[in-house]
């Protein structure tokens, strides 16, 4: 945009269709008002400063919402890290590699509900399907502070995985329906910064929590921890049901009868995706197994999650003992818990300057091979101090390989997600790139087994190679879009000399 007095006109031919059902049938949501009474098709204008106050509702608005949800969606899955320096594994009766065998569990139960799950967001909509899934997950969570035994154990870890798939590919969804590409790569660094920020208070909520089990023994410091975090989750849920809109087809909250934008700015929000993407003219984009074949056929997307995998995996491993290795470098229960938390707001400061940098500059492969690059950094230095006998600085060394392991995933994310052709290839790979990232989970919980404890020599090689892998992975994905890019400008080059005025002249470009 040039300055703030120029305008905008785009034409729209916004659908009457509803944007979503509920789950007892279709809803009846208000539809944006027609630009011109009775002409759906016609031309409306704005300036620079009435878009910024229409985006500047959504960041206070719809973001915030899905961040506290991806919040407490990492309070419930990590907070199990915490609980295993006050006695978690006596006090439920299960070994180290059985717990590590229920973590397995949790990613598993993702993994393979995480595209049925999308189906459903499709089909019940997003709002109503993913507040469904923090009420849920709120309440498995507060209910596992009640686990006795392997098997109860093993249970509440698949209920936990059952009831989180979906959550962070609905969530994605709904910002990518709200953000224009441009503004894509900041609001999915702040979305995974809520990821972060459960990394950087679990520690602290745990040191204030645990001593509760001393002043009030009717239940253990870990169960206290677990009944406190699963409400704050069922309190999120309840926001997301009074507060979070649909789509910009669907502005209202679904229960509250507030208009969070005037008549005008409705139109605006629409209008500036629609001018961002013509797909966006359509209110709801349901799948089909075509666009599932076709997203998974598509080699391109493969890259992106062989690179999640291998950064989830190190992370996941370090991100469940770390409390644990903390403790072991010779500090107590609840300083180790407190001290685990510097990662975390390492981690919102460098997820937050990678994704302002790579909106700045519009590039996105450079900036996850430069965060890859730094963590690998990082490790071969905390692999060559393993034996240190200096506490602080092992625990500098880990803390930065965790911090800086946090803000290339969000840019990835985003990298695959402008990549994409529809928004329902998008929805696809976005629900394939979470399965990835859990798949890396998977893999992590496996890493750090008791018959390596506690320097984990063999564990922590494995974390080196994987990332390794994946930065190398990294430098290839982009290296072919750049080739891509030139076959295409190439090709378009030949077409307008042959077929001079034809508009069917590839236009698309990939993202580097």
Not at 34 to 43: K, N, P, Q, R, V
Not at 227 to 254: D, Q, T, W
Request: one cysteine or more; a positive charge; aromatic letters at 10%.
């Amino acid at each position: 945009m040039a300055n703030a007095a120029q305008s905008h006109h785009t034409p729209l031919d916004v659908p009457a269709s509803p944007d979503e059902k509920s789950s007892v049938g279709y809803d009846s949501p208000p539809r944006v008002p027609s630009l011109t009474d009775g002409d759906t098709a016609s031309e409306i204008t704005w300036t620079d400063k009435e878009e910024r106050a229409v985006v500047r509702k959504i960041d206070f608005v719809v973001l915030p919402l899905l961040f506290f949800g991806f919040y407490v969606f990492q309070l419930e899955r990590g907070n199990i890290s915490n609980a295993l320096t006050d006695g978690f594994l006596k006090w439920v009766g299960i070994t180290q590699d059985q717990f590590n065998t229920g973590q397995s569990l949790l990613y598993l139960g993702i993994i393979l509900l995480e595209i049925p799950s999308n189906y459903m967001l499709q089909l019940v909509g997003p709002r109503i399907w993913i507040s469904f899934q923090v009420l849920a997950f709120g309440l498995v969570g507060t209910l596992q502070a009640f686990q006795k035994g392997y098997g109860g154990y093993l249970a509440t870890r698949i209920m936990l995985g059952v009831t989180e798939c979906g959550y962070i590919p609905g969530a994605l969804f709904i910002i990518s329906t709200f953000y224009k590409r441009s503004e894509l790569a900041t609001r999915n660094s702040i979305f995974f910064i809520g990821n972060g920020l459960a990394t950087a208070t679990s520690g602290l909520l745990a040191y204030g929590i645990l001593p509760m089990g001393t002043r009030f023994p009717s239940h253990r410091g870990w169960q206290w921890l677990m009944i406190v975090e699963g409400c704050m989750a069922m309190f999120v849920a309840l926001m997301l049901l009074l507060l979070l809109p649909a789509s910009p087809h669907c502005p209202k909250p679904l229960f509250l009868p507030i208009r969070i934008w005037t008549p005008q700015q409705e139109k605006i929000l629409v209008a500036r995706m629609v001018k961002d993407d013509e797909k966006n003219k359509r209110s709801n984009h349901r799948l089909t197994v075509k666009d599932i074949t076709g997203t998974l056929s598509n080699w391109r997307v493969w890259p992106h999650i062989l690179i999640a995998i291998c950064l989830i995996s190190q992370t996941g491993a370090l991100g469940t003992y770390g409390p644990s290795l903390i403790k072991g470098f010779n500090f107590d229960t609840l300083t180790a818990n407190a001290l685990s938390s510097v990662s975390g707001w390492i981690g919102l400061v460098t997820t937050a300057s990678f994704g302002f940098i790579s909106d700045r500059t519009r590039i996105r492969g450079p900036v996850v091979i430069t965060g890859l690059a730094l963590v690998w950094a990082f490790w071969v230095a905390f692999q060559q101090k393993s034996l240190s006998t200096d506490r602080w600085l092992k625990y500098g060394l880990q803390i930065m390989v965790q911090g800086f392991s946090i803000p290339s995933h969000p840019i990835n994310a985003t990298w695959l997600s402008l990549n994409c052709r529809s928004p329902q290839e998008r929805s696809v790979a976005m629900a394939l790139f979470i399965m990835s990232a859990n798949s890396g989970a998977l893999v992590g919980s496996q890493l750090l087994r008791g018959d390596d404890a506690p320097l984990y020599k063999r564990g922590f090689k494995v974390c080196l190679c994987l990332v390794s892998l994946g930065l190398l992975v990294s430098i290839l994905q982009h290296v072919q879009y750049r080739l891509s890019n030139r076959r295409i400008e190439r090709r378009k080059e030949g077409q307008e000399e042959s077929l001079e005025g034809d508009q069917n002249v590839i236009e698309w470009r990939y993202t580097i």
